[in-house]
């Protein structure tokens, strides 16, 4: 990245066929985004921590500056606890996968395998759906009177199998089963072409070293697609901590389980568009950027131990 | 048979146990799709039945028509149209034009503004969301499609995408385009610009997923069923109507139909710009 110096090395050359080449071009290019992203994003960063330390009533109106009372408030809900730990089951339970999606991009990007097209659309398709729309068959399948799950549950001699979507832990399994079927096939792509990278005489080698195909996979295949297993890594768990549309479509706000069920986002959304408490949202979404901010940083830590770059 | 044949042959039994897997896993990704078209043709009791009747004895396409019946589809459908194809646009002419500045032009600030605007990915989206919508509702757009695009046409992450497109491309190219005469924005609209097409076109795709398939910030924006897009369209539907379960298959699937024959028309390049584009919707 060249750096940029008011004494830059030739500077751009003043064109003799247009005066304006320095001074207004860059900001002609630059201009209309910027003022965008200051309107829509860095202005907001900034309102949100100062409306987390507000009060208002109901429309928005009277605002009261009450320091850390919101954190506190926040800290204190009794149903923090089953939010936060809803949001840690669900992130838990779908970086599951990740090595699910390792197993599959290894098989497709199999030397001369016949089909790999064909099993790559398949796998893709769930990342093209639509969230709510899809969730409704899930809703179906984990239904717990007529659901399929169930039917086959109670055909293999489980007569009392729980009703999936309106039992708290229960749902948040569902809700992040949905979630594994989503997000594979974005995952495989990565990898694929993460896969594709791998010089295919390592595995000449590994080979002529006796190396058996698991001894390949792991040996070779793993250690080399560490770096995609890291941002694969670090994509789901920020994105299992903004778990929001798969909760919302599996079970809706007038699932008597939702209560018990909510992610954190859900407890933003709830807080600051559903009881229009717009400064205790605000705290909720302070929480959640820290939270990740923090589980971000653990992960860019831990990497020095088991990604490889070569 | 052929020797080449027999060798593919005898690869493909050896992958025997790889087809297998991979037969299985696909079916589990494909079987939800085949399952909703099929239970938007059929009654609710046949839906609910016990045990499970997955053919209907007939195709009920009448639940299609209901659906329009039930929710204000066609109107919620263009809205979706409408919000896809002016963010999509939006995103691809800001992002391509900052992407070009900050690869290939020289002002001051120009690292520490492209550090900003990427620090903005790296924090989680709630914490824009009050004040964004606070914003819309002070320009009087809540319940618009313009409320719906506003934010999403400005976009961190496309524009990352379109400066590692420009600088990839050869300076000698520009050079020859400012010997012969042309200004900064005929070079970069006549030459960089056709230049990046596989680029412009990931940045296009992701938008049209995302933004086809979003769901928080436009159920926050709107709440009358006229102005919703589909995505909020069928949760509320499945609010609304949570046991007419045939009636949400059928909505649910014409919501997604576009999105896949939009995709299946050109998957290779759909493939290829999510594997550059290396990001998560």
Known sequence: ????????????????????????????????????????????????????FTTTNAFGGDVKFVGVDNYVDLLTRPDLPSALGNTLLYTGVVLLA?????????????????????YRMLFFMPYLAMPVAIAQVWRIFFNGNFGLLNQMLKAIGISDPPYWLSTPGFAMLAVAFFGIWSSIGFNVIILSSGLKGIPPELYEAASLDGANAWQQF??????????????????????????????????????????????????????????????????????IVVLVGIVTAIQFWGQKKWVHYE | ??????????????????????????????????????????????????????????????????????????????????????????????????????????????NLLFGLLLAILMIPGQAYLIPQYQIIKSLNLLETWGGVVLPGIFSAFGT?????????????????????????????WRVMLPLAKPSL????????????????????????????????????????????????MAASVMAMAPIFVLFFSMQKRVIEGLAASGVKG
């Open chain 1, 98 to 118: 990740v090595p699910l999606s390792v197993v599959i991009a290894s098989m497709i990007e199999l030397p001369g395998l016949k089909g790999r097209t064909l």
């Open chain 2, 1 to 110: 048979m052929s020797d080449k044949t027999r060798r593919v042959l005898a690869t493909q039994v050896r992958y025997l146990p790889a087809h297998i897997l991979l037969i299985l896993g696909g079916l589990v990704m494909l079987f939800p799709f085949v399952w909703q078209i099929l239970m938007s043709l059929s009654t609710n009791a046949e839906i609910q039945s016990v045990p499970p009747q997955l053919i209907p004895e007939q195709f009920m396409w009448s639940n299609y028509t209901d659906v329009f019946a039930k929710i204000p589809f066609l109107s919620q459908f263009g809205t979706s149209v409408l919000i896809t194809v002016v963010r999509t646009v939006g995103q691809v002419v800001l992002c391509s034009l900052a992407g070009y500045a900050f690869a290939r032009m020289r002002f001051r600030g120009r």
């Open chain 2, 201 to 248: 076109s990931a940045v296009a795709i992701v938008t049209v997923l995302w933004s086809w398939n979003d769901l928080l910030w436009p159920l926050i924006i709107t709440s009358r069923e006229d102005n919703m897009p589909l995505s909020v369209g069928i949760a509320t539907l499945a609010g609304q109507y949570s046991s007419d379960w045939a009636i949400m």
């Open chain 1, 1 to 52: 990245m060249t750096t940029t110096t008011a004494t830059g090395r030739q500077a751009p050359p003043k064109t003799r066929t247009h005066p304006m080449s320095v001074g207004a071009w860059p900001l002609l290019f630059v201009g209309p985004l910027l003022i965008g992203v200051a309107i829509f994003y860095y202005y907001p960063i900034v309102s949100n921590l100062y409306t987390s």
């Open chain 2, 160 to 188: 990352f995408l379109m400066r590692q497109a420009f600088l990839s491309m050869p300076k000698e190219l520009e050079e020859a385009a400012r010997l012969d005469g042309c200004n900064p924005w005929q070079t970069f």
């Open chain 1, 218 to 287: 792991s040996r070779v295949t793993v250690p080399l697609l560490t770096p995609s297993i890291f941002f694969l890594t670090i994509m789901q768990v920020i994105g299992g901590f903004q778990l929001f549309d798969g909760l919302y479509a599996m079970l809706g706000p007038t699932n008597p389980a939702i209560n018990e069920s909510r992610s954190l986002v859900y407890l933003f959304y709830n807080e600051a568009f559903v009881q229009q408490n717009k400064g205790g949202g605000a705290a909720i979404a302070m929480f």
